[in-house]
Nanobody
Framework: QVQLKETGGGLIQAGESLTLSCTTS????????VAWFRRAPGKEREFVAA????????????YYEESLKGRFTIVGSDPADTVNLRVNKALPEATAVYYC?????????????????WGQGTRVNVSS
């Protein structure tokens, strides 16, 4: 069973940036697509971004929820044992629990049900 763990959440001020990290019990994330989702208070779980070294879109290994482009940056590490999500100059509406998820293979997937492995989540609070 693939296990995922998110770290890096916390309380920040609006305008600050924060990096969340996702690590795995597997040797690496090679062979997986790793995504970040979030659930804001009172809302459904929402896709943020995904990364795979086997995906190449306009020269990038990542893809984003269109409406959130620019607010987040997803980056895989080398060696491929961590996938980070940077919250750029956070707005108060970025307050949410952020979840790391993984799917086997290189997939273009934005629905929670497309990902079979999930972490427990890490909470980000952005104060105004």
């Amino acid at each position: 069973q693939v296990q995922l763990k998110e770290t890096g959440g916390g309380l920040i001020q609006a305008g600050e940036s924060l990096t969340l990290s996702c690590t795995t019990s597997e040797r690496s994330f090679d062979g997986f697509t790793v995504a970040w989702f979030r659930r804001a208070p009172g809302k459904e779980r929402e896709f943020v971004a995904a990364f795979s070294t086997k995906i190449h879109l306009n020269g990038d290994n990542a893809y984003y929820e269109e409406s959130l482009k620019g607010r987040f940056t997803i980056v895989g590490s080398d060696p491929a044992d961590t996938v980070n999500l940077r919250v750029n100059k956070a707005l108060p509406e970025a307050t949410a629990v952020y979840y790391c998820a993984a799917a086997q293979g290189a997939v273009l997937a934005t629905r929670p049900k497309d990902y079979g492995y999930w972490g427990q989540g890490t909470r980000v609070n952005v104060s105004s």
